[in-house]
């Protein structure tokens, strides 16, 4: 939601088709996937013999045009679309990640966090200095690749070494590669395209080039797809599925689908379940767009109450979290959230939203619903409360941050300045989202993280190892 919302990781994009135009591909996919991440996009293609890399930091529509795209030839290529996890907003650490010797060349994209990051750095220091675990992987997997023999052999070898939450696409000349960690924290799918395959963070983006959704890469898989076809090898067992819950309540696109549940349809059920466990008195239903729209539907179908636009979104303003300061946020805000004082004059408002993380959004808005003349706003949250930030590829903040952290639902109530505030259950929110709990990482909601934790790890671990004394 706004600001403050919980910030996305990355998208991904792979695709092996040989005679189609995979650069454009390439570009579409991403471009389905831009809410993924919006600082920086590349595309890595190969024509069999070359790989040609072009990134840029904004966004896809940005770094990319007609003449960019009419120079990227080749019959297999990686895309990727960053919002940063592991390192700061770069030239540098734009992906896709390229290592070459000469001989061995390897392009790769990463979505999600490893946590074992300082230990991994060790071992490629003499590499070069990474600053993201991205960087570290693509390293690690490339050293290894002359004596291994493959990319393939290679990234059998280091997959198993990695902590944490990764989804990776990479290609060398010939091949694609999908690979995704043990607990499958973060979706990464495989499409059927008439002349070869595709795989991408969200099924949106196989829907955009006409992919047909074969499956899911499975927790702990490596997937190879070339002219042999796709072929599939475990690096890992998967010791306990964990897909983030958070996937389904924010980060994916409704019309993607994640373990073959519409995310749509999740989302309106929580706004059922909500309507059952916090019902209002009230005369409309109205969302923060624009991932409250699916769940205020579900919330209006039980309530009875009707369903209408109360809050006008300006999608041609940046997402508003990409600004780093409190005052550029707050300013944010304004400008990309409106209300419609004609909708919603004298009106007691249910407001439907995914998500309350430091409250200063939440607090506007309800501020600026009632200057527009609400008589009444009850705020409804289709998760439980955030307390516990996350290490696995979301950027949530410190847990200081975090304004159910220290205070009680009544109190950020009161903070917020609504008439009542109401969250979504943890069962609730699972049983919508489809599967048992404990197939989901569930995390910032109840502290149990799935995959340990090291002290100290971080966004920036390796740029502030990397800091040199002063004085």
């Known amino acids: 939601m706004g600001a403050e919302s919980p910030k996305e990781e990355c998208g991904l994009f792979g695709v092996w088709a040989p005679g189609d135009e995979v650069a454009r591909l390439t570009y579409f996919g991403l471009f389905a996937q831009q809410h993924r991440g919006q600082e920086s996009a590349g595309i890595a293609v190969s024509d069999g013999t070359n790989i040609l890399v072009y990134k840029d930091l904004g966004l896809v529509s940005q770094v990319f045009n007609e003449a960019t795209l009419t120079t990227l030839h080749g019959d297999l ?57 991205s960087d ?35 290609m060398d000349e010939r091949s694609v590669f999908a690979a995704r960690d043990s607990h499958g924290v973060r979706p990464l799918s495989i499409g059927r395209l008439p002349n070869g395959f595709v795989v991408a963070s969200e099924t949106c983006a196989l829907d955009i080039v006409g992919a047909t959704l074969v499956r899911d890469v499975e927790p702990g898989e490596l997937v190879r797809i070339d002219d042999r076809g796709l072929h599939a090898q475990r690096f890992a067992e998967s010791p306990k599925r964990s897909l983030c819950v958070f996937e389904v309540v924010y ?42 729209h699916s769940a205020a539907q579900g919330f209006s179908e039980v309530s009875g109450i009707p369903y209408g636009d109360g809050l006008y979104k300006n999608t041609y303003v940046g997402r508003t979290f990409i600004q780093p300061s409190q005052s550029l946020r707050d300013r ?32 506007q808005i309800v501020q600026a619903l009632r200057e527009a003349g609400a008589a009444e706003v009850h705020i409804r949250i289709t998760c439980p409360p955030i307390q516990w930030p996350c290490f696995y590829g979301i950027d949530m903040p ?14 950020i109530r009161s903070y917020v300045s609504a008439d009542s505030l109401g969250y979504l259950s943890l069962d609730g929110m699972v049983a919508a989202a489809g599967d048992g709990k ?27 190892q990397l800091k040199l004394p002063t004085g």
């Open 136 to 170: 570290i992987v693509t390293t690690m997997i490339a050293d290894r690749t002359p004596e291994a023999g493959s990319i393939e052999a290679a990234a059998m070898d280091v997959l198993p070494e990695l902590r944490g939450a990764f989804c990776f696409v990479f």
């Open 332 to 363: 944010g805000v304004k400008l990309k959230l409106n209300p419609l004082p004609d909708s919603i004059r004298g009106k007691r408002l249910v407001v439907v939203d995914d998500s309350i993380v430091r409250g200063t959004t939440t607090k």
């Open 77 to 133: 290529a990686v895309g990727h679309t960053r919002y940063s996890t592991t390192g700061s907003t770069t030239w540098d650490n734009a992906q896709p990640v390229f290592k070459t010797d000469g001989v061995h060349s390897i392009a790769l994209g990463h979505n999600g966090n490893l946590v074992n990051t300082s230990e991994l750095a060790e071992r490629v220091r003499g590499a070069g200095l990474a600053t993201t675990d």
């Open 398 to 411: 410190t847990r200081q941050e975090l304004i159910a952290a220290d205070l009680t639902v009544d109190q």
């Open 251 to 292: 980060l994916a696109r409704p019309d993607s689908r994640l373990r073959e549940r519409s995310v749509h349809e999740a989302r309106r059920e929580m706004g059922r379940i909500l309507a059952r466990e916090h019902p209002a008195d009230a005369d409309l239903v109205i969302a923060v767009p624009t991932t409250g």
């Open 438 to 464: 404990e197939t989901f990482c569930r995390a910032c909601f109840d502290g149990e993280y799935p995959i340990e934790i090291p002290e100290g790890a971080g966004k920036y671990v390796l740029e502030d």
